[in-house]
């Protein structure tokens, strides 16, 4: 399996149009065409199917997409690995992280460290525990920064001196901004728009026998999506403090569930893994700064 034509697949997938995939890869139609189909032989699937307007991907298009992203991520992270074998000054890093405060002290690191060596260019992808940690598996990512669980059996990690809580998101006119802090039995019947982390970890835990009476219309992996989707009056955001802007300028306020336990940053990586140069480097570094507890 060629990964120039894993390139050409991907671009034809995005666009939706072997012409355009074509065109913006600077090959002839007929070219890419014929790559696509000696992929899918060598497959022995068909990956897409052609409309009169667009190309659809089939179900086995659909999971080759997955997996080629993948591939196409490790490979040019490992070419890049190498190209700057022989320069200890630059290079790129991979970090996953979850919407956070706390990861203002993980930048604080990066900031420092970007002074020493400039050319060191630090890639930041957004997302919850399981995304970020499946990439952190796949050897896509260096670091991933997670909140509270750590499985030690697979990772090394080092604790972030600060925490978050989760609370509700609302615009500061509803009634419920009256309180300084509120109850699962605050919250029966609202229209919540629960981050997807939450819903899958501790809904059930914290509203307990409330559970079944929870109103969920929406959820979100980004919490600035769920701010818009409350100043919609779509609904209560259930969310962690100090991500969004709450200030007197702000049409939104926070209030803090009751007891709801605070929420623990971790930076973690793979156990036994071999890190490029410039990732034993941050990796120094946030050794400095944190305590270690491995």
Same mark, same amino acid.
């Given at each position: 399996?060629?990964?120039?034509?894993?390139?050409?697949?991907?671009?034809?997938?995005?666009?939706?149009?072997?012409?355009? @995939? @074509?065109?913006? !890869?600077?090959?002839?139609?007929?070219?890419?065409?014929?790559?696509?189909?000696?992929?899918?032989?060598?497959?022995?699937?068909?990956?897409?199917?052609?409309?009169?307007?667009?190309?659809? !991907?089939?179900?086995?298009?659909?999971?080759?997409?997955?997996?080629? =992203?993948?591939?196409?991520?490790?490979?040019?992270?490992?070419?890049?690995?190498?190209?700057?074998? =022989?320069?200890?000054?630059?290079?790129?890093?991979?970090?996953?992280?979850?919407?956070?405060?706390?990861?203002?002290?993980?930048?604080?690191?990066?900031?420092? +460290?970007?002074?020493?060596?400039?050319?060191?260019?630090?890639?930041?992808?957004?997302?919850?525990?399981?995304?970020?940690?499946?990439?952190?598996?796949?050897?896509?990512?260096?670091?991933?920064?997670?909140?509270?669980?750590?499985?030690?059996?697979?990772?090394?990690?080092?604790?972030?001196?600060?925490?978050?809580?989760?609370?509700?998101?609302?615009?500061? %006119?509803?009634?419920?901004?009256?309180?300084?802090?509120?109850?699962?039995?605050?919250?029966?019947? +609202?229209?919540?728009?629960?981050?997807?982390?939450?819903?899958?970890?501790?809904?059930?835990?914290?509203?307990?026998? %409330?559970?079944?009476?929870?109103?969920?219309? @929406?959820?979100?992996? +980004?919490?600035?999506?769920?701010?818009?989707?409350?100043?919609?009056?779509?609904?209560?955001? !259930?969310?962690?403090?100090?991500?969004?802007?709450?200030?007197?300028?702000?049409?939104?306020?926070?209030?803090?569930?009751? %007891?709801?336990?605070?929420?623990?940053?971790?930076?973690?990586?793979?156990?036994?893994?071999?890190?490029?140069?410039?990732?034993?480097? +941050?990796?120094?570094?946030?050794?400095?700064?944190?305590? %270690?507890?491995?």
């Amino acid at each position: 399996m060629d990964i120039r034509v894993l390139k050409y697949f991907l671009e034809m997938a995005r666009e939706s149009s072997m012409t355009r @995939a @074509a065109d913006k !890869l600077c090959i002839s139609q007929p070219t890419m065409s014929k790559q696509l189909k000696d992929l899918e032989k060598e497959l022995g699937v068909k990956l897409f199917t052609r409309s009169n307007y667009s190309i659809k !991907l089939t179900e086995a298009g659909i999971i080759l997409k997955e997996r080629a =992203e993948d591939i196409v991520s490790l490979v040019d992270k490992t070419l890049n690995e190498f190209k700057n074998l =022989e320069d200890f000054n630059s290079g790129d890093i991979f970090v996953g992280a979850a919407e956070s405060d706390a990861v203002k002290y993980f930048a604080e690191v990066v900031k420092d +460290l970007q002074e020493k060596y400039p050319k060191i260019c630090c890639n930041i992808y957004s997302g919850n525990r399981e995304d970020v940690c499946e990439k952190v598996d796949k050897g896509l990512l260096d670091f991933a920064i997670i909140l509270n669980f750590v499985d030690v059996t697979k990772y090394n990690y080092l604790k972030v001196p600060a925490h978050d809580i989760w609370g509700i998101l609302m615009k500061k %006119n509803d009634p419920l901004a009256k309180k300084k802090e509120l109850n699962s039995s605050d919250l029966i019947k +609202l229209p919540l728009i629960t981050s997807r982390q939450w819903l899958n970890q501790d809904f059930t835990q914290w509203f307990g026998s %409330n559970s079944k009476k929870v109103n969920v219309v @929406a959820t979100y992996n +980004l919490a600035f999506n769920a701010s818009i989707m409350v100043k919609a009056g779509i609904g209560y955001a !259930l969310i962690l403090d100090k991500i969004i802007d709450t200030s007197k300028s702000s049409e939104l306020t926070f209030r803090p569930l009751k %007891n709801t336990p605070k929420v623990e940053m971790f930076i973690i990586w793979r156990k036994h893994q071999t890190f490029s140069h410039v990732a034993k480097l +941050l990796l120094d570094e946030l050794s400095k700064k944190f305590c %270690n507890k491995n």
